[in-house]
Antibody, heavy 119, light 107 residues
Framework: QVQLQESGPRLVKPSQTLSLTCNVAGGSISSGAYYWSWVRQSAGTGLEWIGRINNRGETSYNPSLKGRVAISADTAQNQFSLKLTSVTAADTAVYFC???????????WGQGTLVTVSS | DIQMTQSPSSLSASVGDRVTITCRASQSINTFLNWYQQKPGKAPKLLMYAASRLQSGVPSRFSGSGSGTEFTLTITSLQPDDCATYYCQQSYSSPYSFGRGTKLDLK
């Protein structure tokens, strides 16, 4: 059973960088045809897919984030990370990490972590 | 980008009722349509994938249908544990978009 767990600062100041890490247990992020994604949820925008990385390190991002996002992986630590730059209050949301197999749905999710952007 | 539109946005029903939620895509997504259930403070839970395939462990009272642009999620006999918000999501093309949700509660 794969388990995902988000970690990182819960409060970020406007214009700074939001950084989160997703630790994966019960499966290697470097094996199989899986994609490791970040999804966020806020009252304003609902559920929004942020981007993903695969086992070859290839990334894909939601254009709505206008180049502010970067996802990377650390296979030695079996975790992947999200960086979102130049944050504003609109980036306040619950951030989830999740796994998908190719074009398949998100079958495993982390519990989510609320990140608030405020001075 | 593909827009996903769910209806209704909220729904009240009684235990034992048949409940149907609709999801429409702004363009054809074949059967790359998934349904999730989310309870307060929890992550979404996968219920159905590929429009009509039941995820392992999900009760058989849940079913899905549709292809192209119109899809439905049906609960044949509503149970108290089914009170939650339901989301559709397309996995046809990036960016992978979600509907705005249907909140289901007991009448």
């Amino acid at each position: 059973q794969v388990q995902l767990q988000e970690s990182g600062p819960r409060l970020v100041k406007p214009s700074q960088t939001l950084s989160l890490t997703c630790n994966v247990a019960g499966g290697s992020i470097s094996s199989g045809a899986y994609y490791w994604s970040w999804v966020r949820q806020s009252a304003g925008t609902g559920l929004e897919w942020i981007g993903r990385i695969n086992n070859r390190g290839e990334t894909s991002y939601n254009p709505s984030l206008k180049g502010r996002v970067a996802i990377s992986a650390d296979t030695a630590q079996n975790q992947f990370s999200l960086k979102l730059t130049s944050v504003t209050a609109a980036d306040t949301a619950v951030y989830f990490c999740a796994r998908a197999l190719g074009p398949s749905p998100f079958d495993f999710w982390g519990q989510g972590t609320l990140v608030t952007v405020s001075s | 980008d593909i827009q996903m539109t769910q209806s209704p946005s909220s729904l009240s029903a009684s235990v034992g009722d048949r409940v149907t939620i609709t999801c429409r895509a702004s363009q054809s997504i074949n059967t790359f349509l998934n349904w999730y259930q989310q309870k307060p403070g929890k992550a979404p839970k996968l219920l159905m994938y590929a429009a009509s395939r039941l995820q392992s462990g999900v009760p058989s009272r849940f079913s899905g249908s549709g292809s192209g642009t119109e899809f439905t999620l049906t609960i044949t006999s509503l149970q108290p544990d089914d009170c939650a918000t339901y989301y559709c999501q397309q996995s046809y093309s990036s960016p992978y978009s979600f509907g705005r949700g249907t909140k289901l509660d007991l009448k």
